[in-house]
């Protein structure tokens, strides 16, 4: 029997492989916690350069370009996404109490965590995609969610069902342990890229 190493089914098989290891190397670099931007950017841009024709090695370029965007997504988890999370924080104390207008000030506080992690992401995609200074970065990021909502809805679809599936079906932890981050990454590739090219940011 002979095994044609140039067959689609073991090209495609390769594929799994490879976005397996990857969303493994994803999860294991952003483990500090402060990495978790370098560690986004850097997996848009393998995923962004992959979505354009299969072009770029996902593996053996995710750590140049870690390394590369360090200090620009650094900067801009610490102005978005630290942000997001204190607000999704302060919503859960929030809803805690049965008060009208802390109800209200509940459902702000998530629109407003909501907003900002659709501005991180954006601001990651552009650390990958672009090479702008940080603060056109933070403008274009606060500003892309209003501009785009239909695709902005498209790139929150993802993060945000992993989460329900996982609260709801704990068993789901594995398959997006396994290949959720990577395979999302690269779906959401496309709008990114959609999104860029209309408004050249």
Known sequence: MRIDPDSRALGGFSTFLTFVALNLLYILVCLPIVTIGAATSALYEVTIRYSDDESGRPLKDFFPAFRANFGRATVLMLCLLLPAALLGFSSVFWFAYPALFAGVAGVVAVIGAVYLFAAFLYAMA????????????????????????????????????????????????????????????????????????????
């Open 126 to 201: 552009q650390v990958a995609y672009l090479t702008g200074p940080v603060r056109q970065t933070l403008k274009n990021s606060l500003l892309l969610p209003a501009a785009e909502p239909v695709r902005t809805l498209g790139v929150l679809v993802i993060p945000v069902t992993a989460v329900a599936l996982t609260i709801l079906f704990p068993p789901v932890a594995i398959l997006i342990a396994t290949i959720g981050f990577s395979v999302g990454a690269y779906a959401t590739a496309f709008l990114f890229r959609s999104v860029f090219a209309r408004h050249e940011v």
